[in-house]
């Protein structure tokens, strides 16, 4: 089966520095994804990882290790429009061929 | 030049029923989907097709049928709609797997909302 666990909700403030963390628990694995999602929009992607460590790209980086199925995504500088769903997705290696499956979203609050 | 469009974004209708709901993607990808997103905000997918051939089919029942006509276009027709089908309904496409970093990436379209009163 397939298992991806994430916190439900989290706070933080303007400025400081959040990070979400992602468990999982699948049929092979062929990358793991973030994506955020703001209300009543499409999803958008954020990172990819398939190696170990750390990737960045500007306020944003996501971690991956495999050998313990953790991801975390790492958000600095918060800013009040980071608000939103962040969602863990990973990528099989079975029947599901392409497809993503994801977990259940953070919903990430920032306040001023 | 929307790369992933999908028709129409709310849909109010009754139960039982039939209703569809039309994606196109003009990024010249390989694979489409379909996702349902619940109340709850839980992504999850329904369909896949490859080159216009279907590879995921998960436990969605029958009454929901995908077809696709051409590799850029996936549409869901549902049947005897229920109160249960309400939700945001998410297209995607993405390239296929052969190389690529970024393989498998979703692109998504805007949803279809979903209301059955």
């Known amino acids: 089966g397939q298992n991806i666990d994430q916190p439900t909700e989290m706070t933080a403030t303007e400025g400081a520095i959040v990070q979400i963390n992602c468990t999982y628990q699948t049929s092979g694995f062929n990358g793991l994804f973030w994506y955020q999602q703001h209300a009543g929009e499409a999803p958008t992607f954020l990172s990819y990882?398939?190696?170990?460590g750390l990737e960045e790209k500007g306020r944003f980086s996501s971690f991956l290790s495999r050998s313990k199925g953790y991801s975390y995504l790492l958000l600095k500088e918060l800013q009040m429009k980071d608000s939103a769903s962040y969602l863990c997705?990973?990528?099989?290696?079975?029947?599901?061929?392409?497809?993503?499956?994801f977990g259940k979203g953070t919903t990430l609050s920032v306040s001023s | 030049d929307t790369a992933v469009s999908q028709t129409p974004k709310y849909l109010v209708t009754q139960m039982g029923n039939d209703k569809s709901i039309k994606c196109e993607q003009n990024?010249?990808?390989?694979?489409m989907y379909w996702y349902k997103q619940d109340s709850k905000k839980f992504l999850k997918i329904m369909f896949s097709?490859?080159?216009?051939?279907?590879?995921i089919n998960e436990t969605v029942p029958n009454r929901f049928s995908p077809k696709s006509p051409d590799k850029a276009h996936l549409n869901l027709h549902i049947n005897s709609l229920e109160l249960g089908d309400s939700a945001v309904y998410f297209c995607?496409?993405?390239?296929?797997?052969?190389?690529?970093?970024?393989?498998?990436?979703?692109?998504f379209g805007e949803g279809s909302r979903l209301t059955v009163l």
């Open positions: 995607a496409s993405s390239p296929g797997l052969a190389g690529g970093r970024r393989t498998g990436e979703l692109f």
């Open positions: 990882n398939v190696l170990d």
């Open positions: 990024l010249g990808h390989d694979t």
């Open positions: 997705a990973v990528r099989g290696i079975n029947q599901a061929g392409t497809a993503l499956i």
């Open positions: 097709y490859n080159n216009k051939e279907l590879i």
